[in-house]
T-cell receptor, first 110, second 114 residues
Framework: GEDVEQSLFLSVREGDSSVINCTYT??????LYWYKQEPGAGLQLLTY???NMDMKQDQRLTVLLNKKDKHLSLRIADTQTGDSAIYFC??????????WGAGTKLIIKP | DTAVSQTPKYLVTQMGNDKSIKCEQN?????MYWYKQDSKKFLKIMFS???????INETVPNRFSPKSPDKAHLNLHINSLELGDSAVYFC?????????????FGSGTRLTVV
């Protein structure tokens, strides 16, 4: 079955760009998502990308998809303290099931 | 407010008790889910309902029983609670089963079994 992997932690300085990476195994995955979970809160959909796209940009967020390498990334420009959260990658597999990564905790250094 | 709402937000109970968590969505979505998030933040799907019908029932002990009285509600009843049931339980909904537009999550119910 589909497997989705992410690093567990990423530490960046305030004002720098953060790049959170995700790899997946099912090449027939159609939709790929990034969710954000702030402490004590539920998961919030940040953005998603369809598999026929390479890139999607939304204000400070840029999603890059490399289908050949099965690699998805989320870039956050000008990282702020409010971006501290856990970021989950999720992939819709061929059975319409959402397969989740373990989440990457983004730590912002002043 | 349009949302997915869960009650209660916190639940502390003794081992062996039976408890319920309620979930309601007013988004007009067809599909609802229950997820369990453990202390390491791993998310595990438990159940999925589409238009009140059970679609996914992962390997969850049968002490957990979902009930969907209508497509806006999906409640979770847990019998004979065990220490290992302590976790955060999230309800979510999506427009349709193929969930192209992603899920909307509730804010979670933190269950602590003592």
């Amino acid at each position: 079955g589909e497997d989705v992997e992410q690093s567990l932690f990423l530490s960046v300085r305030e004002g720098d760009s953060s790049v959170i990476n995700c790899t997946y195994t099912d090449s027939s995955s159609t939709y790929l998502y990034w969710y954000k979970q702030e402490p004590g809160a539920g998961l919030q959909l940040l953005t998603y990308i369809f598999s026929n796209m390479d890139m999607k940009q939304d204000q400070r967020l840029t999603v890059l998809l490399n289908k050949k390498d099965k690699h998805l990334s989320l870039r956050i420009a000008d990282t702020q303290t409010g971006d501290s959260a856990i970021y989950f990658c999720a992939v819709l597999d061929s059975n319409y099931q959402l397969i989740w990564g373990a989440g990457t905790k983004l730590i912002i250094k002043p | 407010d349009t949302a997915v709402s869960q009650t209660p937000k916190y639940l502390v109970t003794q081992m062996g008790n039976d408890k319920s968590i309620k979930c309601e969505q007013n988004l007009g979505h067809d599909t609802m889910y229950w997820y369990k998030q453990d202390s390491k933040k791993f998310l595990k799907i438990m159940f999925s309902y589409n238009n009140k019908e059970l679609i996914i029932n992962e390997t969850v002990p049968n002490r957990f029983s979902p009930k969907s009285p209508d497509k806006a509600h999906l409640n979770l009843h847990i019998n004979s609670l065990e220490l290992g049931d302590s976790a955060v339980y999230f309800c979510a909904s999506s427009q349709e089963l193929s969930q192209h537009y992603g899920y909307t999550f509730g804010s979670g119910t933190r269950l602590t079994v003592v």
